[in-house]
């Protein structure tokens, strides 16, 4: 069996992560989630993940940075940036990611997002 | 008009550069910012498609047309990808202060080295450090027909003259897309704009910007709820009541999700616009497909005048008008058979649309006097937003709102210039087309 695709979910609300972490691992990806961008950061080395899903407003190290360290670490990692509103959209920082979707309750362009970059 | 390139040839040209800016920008997936007095356009270029990726800033209908005039045997599938970015925005006035900041730097039209500290707002210094400059990086300026339309950053050691032909060849492609050339222009949008701002009602200001803090917070915190939510639905199948208890609670935790959208809206619609010349009955087709899907019950007929209805508009905004008015129509004439005629007439250089329902009006005068106050509703259910939101944009696009009782329904009256920039300057008329 081929090995599972591993996802890192970083968001600081519980609710979201769990809810992501619960949709993807139905989906048959293995997912890490970090509550903040320092957690995140420790966390990526470790786990080494195909792909990760990534808020911009946190408290402390903000998505912004933590997008940043990471395409610096590894270019080829895609990274989502998924935020509560779309003007981030026009943000220069967030176009070294790899997609930008606006969080909501439907999963559904979240997930196709990530089947294209990862399959 | 530029030199005509072939497909071909463009594609060489391109593929021999990409290795090395890929390079320069340390193999993140970026490849090029470009920029006017308006626009800012990032293009990503996919080795493997041959195609162009376009971030920001244009449509591809505005691609189609510098295609179709300058390129011979140009595939718009083949160059650009299926997935165009549909929803792309201008930076226009979100990033005015940027692009000034950067037009300025290319006054003279050379290439400079700017160092990082150089920069005068922090999103540049981002920037500066994602795509992996150390210190400094090269602005090379595009031109076409002798002005300066656009830029990329490059690694400082990076040969200016090896990708002359590459500059050439975009420089006159960004001629051909942006639709405002002169830094001119810029300025006298921004300065309008800034001007048209000033006037809001300071207290509705603050009111949104307050909104705007507390439906972030509760967005975030619903996103998770309704979506955790609608995964418990697997888990109720057969309990009955469990269901009722459900399908309640969910119609009510969407219902203050759907409030808090609109009073994010709300509150953002004076910030950000993307304008463009739009043509009126585009925006009202939409609105018209997009409302029938989700109702049934509700018969539209559209006269327009013969002739040019374009107009420089913020074309989302604009259909948000048409939704909001559509969607209060529907709501206001509950389980009947809804009629809404929407007319557009050219006057002068304004446009003059009637959106009129058969849905009973507002017999209250008093409360048709206040239906576009935020907050305000006559209905049990609703945010008292959407007409609010329909008056702050077309007041955002230099125009005038009212509502008046017709017999059987209520009809709303727009008068909207059909090029706000050129009016508040002295009302010069300019044909552009759309």
Excluded: W
Aim: with cysteine.
């Amino acid at each position: 069996m081929a090995e599972k695709k591993k996802i890192m979910v970083v968001d600081d609300e519980e609710a979201i992560r769990v809810l992501y972490e619960e949709e993807f691992k139905d989906e048959g990806y293995e997912v890490v989630s970090c509550s903040n961008g320092d957690e995140a950061l420790k966390a990526f080395d470790k786990e080494k993940p195909d792909l990760v899903i990534l808020d911009i407003a946190m408290p402390g190290v903000s998505g912004l940075e933590v997008l940043s360290k990471i395409k610096e670490k590894s270019p080829k990692t895609p990274v989502i940036m998924s935020t509560a509103y779309s003007h981030y959209k026009d943000d220069f920082y967030t176009y070294v990611a790899d997609a930008y979707i606006v969080k909501s309750p439907d999963l559904t362009e979240l997930k196709s997002k990530v089947k294209e970059l990862i399959g | 008009m530029g030199k005509r390139y072939s497909l071909d040839r463009f594609i060489n040209i391109v593929n021999s550069q990409n290795d090395l800016l890929t390079l320069y920008l340390r193999g993140l997936p970026f490849f090029l910012l470009a920029c006017n007095a308006e626009r800012l356009i990032f293009f990503k270029y996919r080795r493997r498609k041959q195609c162009f990726d376009i971030k920001a800033g244009i449509t591809k209908e505005d691609v189609e047309v510098i295609v179709k005039d300058d390129f011979e045997g140009f595939d718009t599938k083949l160059l650009f990808d299926s997935k165009f970015n549909r929803d792309a925005r201008s930076f226009g006035s979100s990033c005015n202060d940027i692009i000034r900041s950067f037009v300025k730097l290319f006054i003279d039209g050379t290439v400079k080295e700017v160092k990082r500290e150089d920069l005068p707002f922090y999103k540049l210094k981002s920037m500066f450090d994602g795509f992996g400059f150390k210190g400094s990086a090269l602005l090379v300026p595009f031109k076409s027909r002798g002005e300066v339309v656009g830029f990329m950053l490059l690694h400082p050691y990076c040969d200016v003259e090896s990708i002359k032909p590459f500059v050439d060849v975009f420089g006159c492609v960004l001629d051909k897309l942006m639709l405002v050339k002169s830094v001119e222009n810029l300025e006298r949008a921004v300065s309008g704009y800034k001007e048209g701002c000033s006037t809001q009602d300071d207290k509705i200001y603050q009111l949104g910007k307050s909104a705007m803090v507390v439906a972030h917070e509760m967005k975030n915190a619903l996103v998770g709820i309704l979506g955790l939510f609608n995964k418990l639905e697997e888990y109720l199948k057969d309990e009955e009541r469990a269901v009722r208890y459900y399908d309640i609670i969910k119609s009510q935790l969407e219902r203050i999700y759907n409030f808090v959208i609109d009073i994010n809206r709300y509150s953002r619609f004076s910030e950000a616009m993307d304008l463009r010349r739009v043509d009126i009955s585009d925006v009202i087709d939409n609105a018209i497909e997009m409302v029938s899907a989700f109702s049934k019950n509700v018969d539209f007929s559209v006269s327009l005048d013969r002739g040019e209805l374009c107009i420089l508009a913020d074309r989302e905004q604009l259909q948000q008008v048409f939704l909001n008015l559509f969607k209060n129509s529907i709501e206001a004439g509950g389980s009947k058979r809804i009629k809404i005629e929407v007319s557009v007439k050219r006057k002068g250089n304004f446009l003059v649309i009637r959106v009129r329902d058969n849905c009973g009006g507002i017999k209250d005068l008093d409360k048709l006097e206040k239906i576009t106050e935020p907050f305000f509703t006559t209905k049990s259910y609703g945010t008292g937003l959407g007409l609010s939101i329909v008056k702050s944009i077309i007041e955002n696009h230099k125009g005038q709102i009212s509502f008046r009782n017709v017999p059987g329904g209520l009809e709303c009256v727009i008068k909207l210039p059909m090029n706000f920039v050129e009016e508040r300057d002295g009302g010069k008329e300019e044909n552009h087309g759309c």
